[in-house]
């Protein structure tokens, strides 16, 4: 059964910083095998993309509003991907969610990721 447990979330003060992590185990293929992704949910708002990474972590995307503040990364031997999040505002409050997708390169697309984990609340005040 494949596990997606994202850790590292809470309440900041805006211009705080947070690093969130995700574990992954079960996976059908090995971790390296997977483009990873980090997605955002805030309240009433459609689920958003926020940043991925390719299988090696030589290739990365950021959606605009993250550019510059949030870094993706991955371990492969630790089976986890981060997501640093620097200079943080109440914008970015939502709950993060981590996702995998089989393909190694990366997409955007929320359909394209076969599994997800349950998410942790960012809470960002002013």
């Known amino acids: 059964q494949v596990h997606l447990v994202e850790s590292g979330g809470g309440l900041v003060q805006a211009e705080g910083s947070l690093t969130l992590s995700c574990a992954a185990s079960?996976?059908?293929?090995?971790?390296?095998?997977?483009?990873m992704g980090w997605f955002r949910q805030a309240p009433g708002k459609e689920r958003e993309f926020v940043a991925a990474i390719s299988w090696s972590g030589v290739s990365t995307s950021y959606a605009d509003f993250v550019k510059g503040r949030f870094t993706i990364s991955r371990d492969n031997a630790k089976n986890t991907v981060s997501l640093q999040m620097n200079r943080l505002k109440p914008e970015d409050t939502a709950v993060y969610y981590c996702?995998?997708?089989?393909?190694?390169?990366?997409?955007?697309?929320?359909?394209?990721?076969?599994?997800w984990g349950q998410g942790t609340q960012v809470t960002v005040s002013s």
């Open positions: 079960g996976l059908t293929y090995s971790f390296s095998s997977y483009a």
């Open positions: 996702a995998a997708d089989p393909d190694q390169s990366i997409s955007t697309g929320q359909s394209e990721y076969d599994y």
